[in-house]
Every structure is written in structure tokens, then in C-alpha cells.
């Protein structure tokens, strides 16, 4: 360790660390115990100071309907969105991963959505999506599909947004997973070859356990994004129709700045933090059955 | 030419062709649609190419709101925020990667631990503390919290560990100060680590989304994305202003995207963390 001039030492210490720090007590402890203290009170903002209910916003969140649809809702996102995430990205991580004139210029092209704010790619999908003069039904019918209501239909809404989820994110993910490919060392699939293995065991045997940690990081992120969701349902549906995109932060969002119910918000903000936790717990915990790390 | 390398060649090219449509046709369905007048959006069958292409959308989205003025907003916020977020952290990076002091350890680990804190949960807090200090509605509001990065401390700590400790002896011994030594010798080696911190933090700041949500109310002070939610609360079935509008937001931050590649590719293998 550096020798430094003791009294010069912590004055260097406490100038450089200030804004940090102070950041990190107004804005990240501070507010963790104020939430913490909100969520077992009731206050409306406007009239005197909160006031302690104990658990009663947990009890009255648990014992209501809404928090179950909520969650059931995230759930339909979830079991739609990861599959189709995991496949659609590891395949344009695999297609990127060979060596073609130009290729660069692909990713290149499929990381826009990525770079585009969530807001403006949200306002695309719902044209995208209209169902009499937006594109994707317009293609359905020209291979002869009927398609959808789309976000004005209570079964198929999540399902597009879902659809506009993966347009946005593939091009991340891809490319996550595709880093993950290149460091596979060439030396295992030459050997594979002269044992005769074809694509599909190379695939199976070589490429999806060494890839396995990238793709738990994939599942880890993509799963806490997904209890996250909230300016798609804000742009393009904001929460319908009849409730049937109805997700946590949008809950949150509309019970503490537009209904000023500042503790029951609070509650819920402690929940998507609890399910959120033990998620990844869960992740982790279950990784040791598939996960392949070399040593 | 190898019959196999053309085959395959074939069969690259058309799929990674047919990709790129896919993820590209929204995008020229917007402009598309943003080129078009109002009645011609709802016509069926759909027209992909507009009949009569005209800016009308465009002098519209300027006329009934300050487009211009949230531009102007977001670029300043996105600036600013990126310089708070990066300067804050690298400071306190540094003196968690170069500086022994009672108490560091516990320090760091309250840092890392804030990462598993869903924002939602801060967000309410941190709404009333800003209007506590009669910050609500000003920039300074916004940006304040970006003081603090619990992620970019820790990416730039660990880079700075790998400035060797000679490099700041050396500096000591010449007298140098604490910050000429930061300024001068850790920043200059960890530029490739700043450059993809700043490329990511610009990008997070010019599409954040609920916090300016909250933070701004005037219409005069609102970034792009809060200004496009409110255009889609009010003419939520004008479609070609809303693609107009959606247009000039995308284009900035694609402009950085292609000058700054190399950096939104470094920075994605770690960016994701955050989540």
C-alpha cells in the first residue's frame, strides 16, 4: 500500500469521497429506511404526517385481488417472454458467431432497437401493432392469418407486448451471448470433429454447457427486467384493457403519484423487492443442477 | 469456390437478411407513417410507401408542444448527468481502490449491497426528499441522485486496482497533490473504462423514463421521453405525430451509437449487471 502524508491522507479521503457518499446517504439509505418506515404507514402527502399502521398495507395487498392478477400478469409475460428471449437471442448469438464478409454491419443493425429509448420503441409497437392498419396484422393477412386485437384484447395484449419486448432486447442479449461464444476455445470443437461428433452434438455437448454461465446471467437479468416491466405498459397500454397488463412498478407508479397512497405504494415497492430477491436466490441456488464452470 | 462454403454462405446471408427486416421494419414503418397526413395512417389497405409524402407531421409536433425545448432538455440532462455519475464514482473509486482507512470495507459493501435494491423502492422516497429540499420540477433535482452510482464505483474501482502503485508513489514523492495525481495519472489510465462508463450512463440518461416522470411537471421542463408519454396521453390516436415525434428522439442517440460503437460493445458485457 501507498505511503501517504497522514494529514493530507484523510483530507483526500473525505474530498474525494463526499459526493459519492453523500449521494449514497440521501439517496440510497435514507430513502431504503423511509420506504421501509412508509410501507407500514398510511399518508396521503397532503394532510399531516404519515401515520403507523403496522402491517396492515402488506395484509390489505395480500387479501386483495389486484396483487395476484399483478403478479399472475407478470407471469404470463414471463413464461411467454423468457423461452422466446433465450431462444431468439441465443440463434442471433450463433449466427453471429461466424465468419462472413459484412457481418459487422449486422450487428450493428440489430442493436438499434436496443439504443432506442424504451418510450419511442414502446410508441412504435403500438402502430406496429394496431390491428386494422398496423403492420404486423397486415402480414398476417397476407399469408392468410387472421390476426389478433392485439393490445385491445384482453388475452392478446400481454402477448404484444411481449413481442415488442423481444424486438427491443434480442439485439442486447445476442450479443451478450455472443461474447460468451468467442471465448469458447477453438481447440474443443476441432477435437470433436475428429471423434465425428456432427453440428447438433458439437451444439448439445460443446457450445450450451460452456455457454451455461452466460446464459444464467441471461435468465438472472432478463428475470428481474421482467418484474420490472413498466414503460410498455405505460405507453402502450397503460394497464388495460381491463387490467390485464396491469404490472407492479405501474401499480406503484399509480398508487403513490396518481391515488397519493404513499404507504400502501411503499408496501408494494417491498414486495416486487422480496419476489425479486428470492428469484435470484432461487437462480442461484438452482444454477449448481446445470451451470457447467470450467476450472 | 468451396460448394459447401457457398451453401452455407447462402443460407448466412438470408438469415441474417431476414433478421435484420424484422428488427428494422418498425422503424421504417414509423418513418413511413410519420411521412403520412393524418387521415391517410387509417387507410386500409395500408400504403408502406405514404402517397404523398410531407413534414406536416413534423412542423405540427413542433407547433403543439416545445419539441425543441425538450431536445434541448434532454441533451443538457443526458451531458450533465453523464459528468455527475462519472466524476462522482471515479472519485470515490479511486480512494476504494488506492486508500486504506478504518472502516472501507463496510463502506464498499453498503455500495454493492444498494445494487440489489430495486429502484421502485428508493424512487418514493426519493421523490419526497427532493421536494423536502424544494427541488421538484429543476434539473438540479433530477440529476442529484446520479452523485451517487453504485455500479460505476465498483466497475471503476476495479480498474483503478490495476494502476500500479509506483505510478502514484512516484507522484507523491514529486509532490504532487491528490487530485493533480487523479486528474493526471489515474484518469488518463483508465480512459478506455470511462469512455464505456460514459457511453452507457449517456444512453441510460437520455432514455430514463419514471424518474423525470416523477421529478418534472412543467411542460417546458420535460426530456424526450416525458415529453413523448404526455403527446400520447393527448393525441394518442395521431399516429403520424407520434412518429414524428418518436423519430427525432431516436436520432441523436443513434448518432452517438455510430460514432461510439466500439464503447456500447465494451460497456454491454458489464452494462447488463445493472439491470
Same mark, same amino acid.
Given at each position: 500500500?501507498?505511503?501517504?502524508?497522514?494529514?493530507?491522507?484523510?483530507?483526500?479521503?473525505?474530498?474525494?469521497?463526499?459526493?459519492?457518499?453523500?449521494?449514497?446517504?440521501?439517496?440510497?439509505?435514507?430513502?431504503?429506511?423511509?420506504?421501509?418506515?412508509?410501507?407500514?404507514?398510511?399518508?396521503?402527502?397532503?394532510?399531516?404526517?404519515?401515520?403507523?399502521?403496522?402491517?396492515?398495507?402488506?395484509?390489505?395487498?395480500?387479501?386483495?385481488?389486484?396483487?395476484?392478477?399483478?403478479?399472475?400478469?407478470?407471469?404470463?409475460?414471463?413464461?411467454?417472454?423468457?423461452?422466446?428471449?433465450?431462444?431468439?437471442?441465443?440463434?442471433?448469438?450463433?449466427?453471429?458467431?461466424?465468419?462472413?464478409?459484412?457481418?459487422?454491419?449486422?450487428?450493428?443493425?440489430?442493436?438499434?432497437?436496443?439504443?432506442?429509448?424504451?418510450?419511442?420503441?414502446?410508441?412504435?409497437?403500438?402502430?406496429?401493432?394496431?390491428?386494422?392498419?398496423?403492420?404486423?396484422?397486415?402480414?398476417?393477412?397476407?399469408?392468410?392469418?387472421?390476426?389478433?386485437?392485439?393490445?385491445?384484447?384482453?388475452?392478446?395484449?400481454?402477448?404484444?407486448?411481449?413481442?415488442?419486448?423481444?424486438?427491443?432486447?434480442?439485439?442486447?442479449?445476442?450479443?451478450?451471448?455472443?461474447?460468451? @461464444?468467442?471465448? &469458447? $476455445? !477453438? %481447440?474443443?470443437?476441432?477435437?470433436?470433429? +475428429?471423434?465425428?461428433? #456432427? /453440428?447438433? *452434438?458439437? =451444439?448439445?455437448?460443446?457450445? @450450451?454447457?460452456? &455457454? $451455461? !454461465? %452466460?446464459?444464467?446471467?441471461?435468465?438472472? +437479468?432478463?428475470?428481474? #427486467? /421482467?418484474? *420490472?416491466? =413498466?414503460?410498455?405498459?405505460?405507453?402502450?397500454?397503460?394497464?388495460?384493457?381491463?387490467?390485464?397488463?396491469?404490472?407492479?412498478?405501474?401499480?406503484?407508479?399509480?398508487?403513490? =403519484?396518481?391515488?397519493?397512497?404513499?404507504?400502501?405504494?411503499?408496501?408494494?415497492?417491498?414486495?416486487?423487492?422480496?419476489?425479486?430477491?428470492?428469484?435470484?436466490?432461487?437462480?442461484?441456488?438452482?444454477?449448481?443442477?446445470?451451470?457447467?464452470?470450467?476450472? | 469456390?468451396?460448394?459447401?462454403?457457398?451453401?452455407?454462405?447462402?443460407?448466412?446471408?438470408?438469415?441474417?437478411?431476414?433478421?435484420?427486416?424484422?428488427?428494422?421494419?418498425?422503424?421504417?414503418?414509423?418513418?413511413?407513417?410519420?411521412?403520412?397526413?393524418?387521415?391517410?395512417?387509417?387507410?386500409?389497405?395500408?400504403?408502406?410507401?405514404?402517397?404523398?409524402?410531407?413534414?406536416?407531421?413534423?412542423?405540427?409536433?413542433?407547433?403543439?408542444?416545445?419539441?425543441?425545448?425538450?431536445?434541448?432538455?434532454?441533451?443538457?440532462?443526458?451531458?450533465?448527468?453523464?459528468?455527475?455519475?462519472?466524476?462522482?464514482?471515479?472519485?470515490?473509486?479511486?480512494?476504494?481502490?488506492?486508500?486504506?482507512?478504518?472502516?472501507?470495507?463496510?463502506?464498499?459493501?453498503?455500495?454493492?449491497?444498494?445494487?440489489?435494491?430495486?429502484?421502485?423502492?428508493?424512487?418514493?422516497?426519493?421523490?419526497?426528499?427532493?421536494?423536502?429540499?424544494?427541488?421538484?420540477?429543476?434539473?438540479?433535482?433530477?440529476?442529484?441522485?446520479?452523485?451517487?452510482?453504485?455500479?460505476?464505483?465498483?466497475?471503476?474501482?476495479?480498474?483503478?486496482?490495476?494502476?500500479?502503485?509506483?505510478?502514484?508513489?512516484?507522484?507523491?514523492?514529486?509532490?504532487?497533490?491528490?487530485?493533480?495525481?487523479?486528474?493526471?495519472?489515474?484518469?488518463?489510465?483508465?480512459?478506455?473504462?470511462?469512455?464505456?462508463?460514459?457511453?452507457?450512463?449517456?444512453?441510460?440518461?437520455?432514455?430514463?423514463?419514471?424518474?423525470?416522470?416523477?421529478?418534472?411537471?412543467?411542460?417546458?421542463?420535460?426530456?424526450?421521453?416525458?415529453?413523448?408519454?404526455?403527446?400520447?396521453?393527448?393525441?394518442?390516436?395521431?399516429?403520424?405525430?407520434?412518429?414524428?415525434?418518436?423519430?427525432?428522439?431516436?436520432?441523436?442517440?443513434?448518432?452517438?451509437?455510430?460514432?461510439?460503437?466500439?464503447?456500447?460493445?465494451?460497456?454491454?458485457?458489464?452494462?447488463?449487471?445493472?439491470?
Amino acid at each position: 500500500m501507498i505511503f501517504y502524508n497522514k494529514k493530507n491522507k484523510y483530507l483526500s479521503i473525505f474530498l474525494f469521497l463526499l459526493p459519492s457518499v453523500l449521494g449514497l446517504i440521501v439517496f440510497g439509505i435514507l430513502p431504503m429506511l423511509g420506504s421501509l418506515t412508509l410501507s407500514f404507514s398510511e399518508w396521503d402527502i397532503i394532510s399531516g404526517p404519515p401515520k403507523l399502521i403496522g402491517l396492515d398495507n402488506f395484509i390489505n395487498i395480500l387479501k386483495g385481488n389486484e396483487f395476484w392478477r399483478v403478479l399472475n400478469n407478470t407471469l404470463y409475460y414471463i413464461i411467454l417472454y423468457i423461452p422466446l428471449i433465450l431462444i431468439s437471442s441465443l440463434s442471433l448469438a450463433l449466427l453471429l458467431n461466424n465468419k462472413f464478409k459484412g457481418i459487422k454491419i449486422y450487428r450493428t443493425l440489430y442493436y438499434i432497437p436496443v439504443i432506442t429509448s424504451w418510450v419511442a420503441g414502446s410508441l412504435i409497437w403500438k402502430i406496429v401493432l394496431n390491428p386494422q392498419f398496423g403492420v404486423l396484422n397486415n402480414l398476417l393477412n397476407f399469408i392468410g392469418l387472421q390476426g389478433p386485437g392485439w393490445l385491445y384484447d384482453q388475452t392478446w395484449a400481454m402477448p404484444g407486448i411481449v413481442l415488442a419486448s423481444i424486438w427491443k432486447d434480442v439485439g442486447f442479449f445476442g450479443l451478450i451471448l455472443f461474447s460468451g @461464444l468467442r471465448g &469458447i $476455445s !477453438p %481447440t474443443y470443437y476441432e477435437a470433436a470433429e +475428429i471423434d465425428g461428433a #456432427n /453440428s447438433w *452434438q458439437r =451444439f448439445k455437448n460443446i457450445t @450450451l454447457p460452456l &455457454i $451455461s !454461465p %452466460t446464459l444464467l446471467f441471461v435468465i438472472i +437479468i432478463s428475470l428481474i #427486467n /421482467s418484474f *420490472q416491466l =413498466f414503460p410498455q405498459v405505460m405507453i402502450m397500454t397503460q394497464g388495460g384493457p381491463n387490467g390485464a397488463t396491469q404490472v407492479m412498478v405501474e401499480r406503484i407508479y399509480k398508487y403513490a =403519484f396518481q391515488y397519493y397512497k404513499m404507504g400502501y405504494a411503499s408496501a408494494f415497492s417491498w414486495l416486487l423487492f422480496i419476489i425479486v430477491f428470492v428469484v435470484t436466490l432461487l437462480q442461484m441456488k438452482l444454477q449448481k443442477r446445470w451451470v457447467h464452470y470450467e476450472s | 469456390m468451396n460448394h459447401n462454403k457457398l451453401k452455407s454462405g447462402i443460407i448466412f446471408y438470408s438469415l441474417a437478411t431476414i433478421i435484420a427486416i424484422f428488427m428494422l421494419l418498425p422503424f421504417f414503418w414509423m418513418i413511413s407513417t410519420s411521412l403520412k397526413n393524418s387521415g391517410a395512417v387509417m387507410t386500409i389497405p395500408i400504403k408502406w410507401i405514404p402517397e404523398n409524402p410531407n413534414l406536416d407531421a413534423y412542423k405540427r409536433v413542433f407547433n403543439i408542444f416545445p419539441f425543441a425545448r425538450a431536445i434541448f432538455n434532454s441533451v443538457f440532462v443526458a451531458v450533465v448527468t453523464t459528468l455527475i455519475t462519472v466524476l462522482s464514482s471515479a472519485m470515490a473509486a479511486y480512494i476504494f481502490a488506492k486508500f486504506e482507512f478504518k472502516g472501507r470495507e463496510v463502506l464498499f459493501s453498503l455500495y454493492l449491497a444498494t445494487l440489489m435494491i430495486p429502484k421502485q423502492v428508493t424512487m418514493i422516497p426519493n421523490f419526497l426528499i427532493i421536494r423536502e429540499i424544494r427541488l421538484l420540477n429543476t434539473f438540479t433535482g433530477l440529476m442529484l441522485p446520479s452523485l451517487f452510482n453504485a455500479f460505476a464505483t465498483f466497475m471503476l474501482r476495479q480498474n483503478i486496482k490495476t494502476v500500479p502503485d509506483s505510478y502514484i508513489e512516484a507522484a507523491i514523492m514529486e509532490g504532487s497533490s491528490q487530485f493533480k495525481i487523479f486528474k493526471d495519472i489515474v484518469l488518463p489510465l483508465i480512459k478506455p473504462t470511462l469512455a464505456t462508463l460514459t457511453v452507457i450512463t449517456f444512453m441510460e440518461a437520455w432514455n430514463r423514463y419514471l424518474w423525470p416522470l416523477i421529478v418534472l411537471t412543467d411542460r417546458s421542463k420535460m426530456t424526450l421521453p416525458v415529453g413523448l408519454s404526455l403527446l400520447n396521453g393527448q393525441y394518442g390516436e395521431q399516429y403520424n405525430l407520434l412518429m414524428a415525434g418518436s423519430l427525432i428522439s431516436i436520432i441523436p442517440m443513434l448518432m452517438v451509437y455510430i460514432f461510439a460503437q466500439k464503447y456500447f460493445e465494451k460497456g454491454l458485457s458489464v452494462g447488463g449487471i445493472k439491470g
